[in-house]
Nanobody, 123 residues
Framework: VQLQASGGGLVQAGGSLRLSCAAS????????LGWFRQAPGKEREFVAA????????RYADSVNGRFTVSRDNAKNAVYLQMNSLKPEDTAVYYCAGALRQWIVVRSNEYLYWGQGTLVTVSS
């Protein structure tokens, strides 16, 4: 599976962005899909994940209430709506897929990854 993330950019604090991630190569409608991010000089961290049905989601405490993850299995795509952005949200954002029935948050449980898209939030 190949993932292509898009939608990153420069936004002012308090603004919004919507990231998209499209898959090719196979359908991922039975996979858990997640978003991770990595800020300069920091380790990659979990942001959000969604179950294959879309019925279950999970968020990092730092983004809960501001970010929303969703998926469209018909389009083989996953999205991350980011509102009320803060400078500390600045990072490269990655989408990833895990061959799991239940949501997982550790990056080493995700089998395939997108190339990342840069989000920069100015103060």
């Amino acid at each position: 599976v190949q993932l292509q993330a898009s939608g990153g950019g420069l936004v002012q604090a308090g603004g919004s962005l919507r990231l998209s991630c499209a898959a090719s190569g196979r359908t991922f409608n039975r996979d858990v899909l997640g978003w991770f991010r990595q800020a300069p000089g920091k380790e990659r961290e979990f942001v959000a994940a969604i179950s294959w049905s879309g019925g279950t989601t999970r968020y990092a405490d730092s983004v809960n209430g501001r970010f929303t993850v969703s998926r469209d299995n018909a389009k083989n795509a996953v999205y991350l709506q980011m509102n009320s952005l803060k400078p500390e949200d600045t990072a490269v954002y990655y989408c990833a897929g895990a061959l799991r029935q239940w949501i997982v948050v550790r990056s080493n449980e995700y089998l395939y990854w997108g190339q990342g898209t840069l989000v920069t939030v100015s103060s």
